[in-house]
């Protein structure tokens, strides 16, 4: 439910209205723009007769919202929301984003090889697991604590901010610690309890597209950390399940337009992940940037024949170059810098 205010109404008059959602025991979630001022409520209130805001000094207007996600819907929060991730600003037009790193951290030399690799080539952000969630018990898990010094070493020599998966409560805790952003991956999307964790951060969260999820039920779980109080939340599309066999999963770039219509949060897309095949990589890369991504995540391996995980799909150092030089022509076409 939207409670929208008057353009003359007083901070008194807002302050009633919260007051008045919280003693039905709602939350009030009170939104300024330029243009309005808005209350979202959020809370059980199925059955609440509308007329018990619409009543207060101030209000204009009373709407229901017409989706299922609240504070990720663009019905509430009418401007884009700018995500900051030390210092690297994504969402609202902002330059492209570009994280690119290995699929999983492997060793010292490995992490720093490709850091210093993909910084010159123009990437802000590096990717990289510490904690893998794999298919099998028996696949590399990721370095884990260890990976974690890496990082900061990586950090120190680089400059680059840092982005990587935490599978659980305990492996959050870790990623908190060291890494800018906290990523949240498919298998994931709706572990609500790992969500409310990550609301609680202060840490900006990527969350990744189920691995069958609807729009809705993508941005209904990233309201899980908005309620939290964490508004940094940057979606990921990286594809979907389907009857395709060509690829590992089915890239929806639709998903960009549509996410952008419905939602307020930054949205980047992982072709990596969303092909699974090294060369359709790039090319679906510029075609994400293509579609109005705010950014893309690459995988980048110095040595993808040798990776502990997702070699496959994982771009020569020298492609990733190359796939970074085109990338400026088409989001000037696009009408965004890079
Ligand atoms: C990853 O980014 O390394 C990853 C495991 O991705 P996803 O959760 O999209 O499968
Ligand atoms: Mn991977």
């Known amino acids: 439910m939207l409670i929208l205010m008057k353009s003359n109404a007083s ?17 009030p979630h009170p939104l300024k723009s330029s243009s309005r001022t808005v209350v979202g409520v959020t809370g059980e209130y199925n059955g609440l007769d509308p007329a018990v805001f619409s009543a207060l000094a101030g209000v204009s207007k009373v709407v229901r919202l ?30 492209l984003c570009v ?18 690799a993909v910084k010159a080539a123009g990437a802000s952000i590096m990717r990289g697991g510490l904690f893998k969630p794999r298919s099998s018990p028996f696949s590399f898990q990721g370095l884990q604590q260890g990976g974690a010094k890496i990082m900061d070493l990586a950090r120190q ?24 952003m906290i990523q949240i991956g498919a298998r994931n999307m709706q572990n609500f309890t790992l969500l409310k964790k990550a609301g609680q951060s202060k840490k900006p969260v990527l969350l990744k597209r189920g691995m069958s999820a609807t729009l809705e039920e993508w941005l209904t779980a990233a309201d899980y950390i908005l309620s939290g109080g964490n508004s940094q939340v940057v979606l990921c599309e990286r594809g979907i399940r389907s009857f395709a066999t060509h ?32 060369n359709y990589v790039p090319p679906m890369a510029l075609a994400a940037v293509a579609a109005g991504a705010d950014g893309i995540m690459v995988e980048v ?17 020298e492609q990733f170059r190359q796939m970074m030089e085109k990338i400026p022509a088409v989001a000037k076409a696009v009408g965004r810098a890079v």
């Open 66 to 95: 017409s989706v299922p996600f609240k504070l990720a819907a663009r019905e509430f929060h009418q401007d884009d929301t700018v995500v900051d991730v030390a210092g690297v600003k994504i969402g609202a037009g902002q330059k």
């Open 99 to 116: 994280m690119a790193g290995p699929c999983s951290f492997e060793s010292e030399e490995q992490v720093l090889e490709i850091a210093r």
């Open 157 to 180: 020599q680089t400059g680059l901010s840092f982005v990587t998966e935490a599978l659980d409560e305990a492996s959050l805790e870790l990623v908190e610690e060291h890494a800018d």
């Open 301 to 317: 391996h110095n040595n993808p024949e040798q990776a502990k995980s997702d070699g496959g799909q994982s771009l020569f150092i």
């Open 247 to 278: 690829t590992r999963n089915t890239l929806d770039l639709s998903a960009v337009p549509a996410v952008k219509e419905l939602s307020h949060l930054p949205i980047i897309v992982d072709p990596s992940h969303g092909t699974g095949i090294r």
């Open 11 to 27: 901070e008194q008059q807002l302050e009633a209205v919260a007051a008045r959602v919280r003693d039905l025991g709602l939350t």
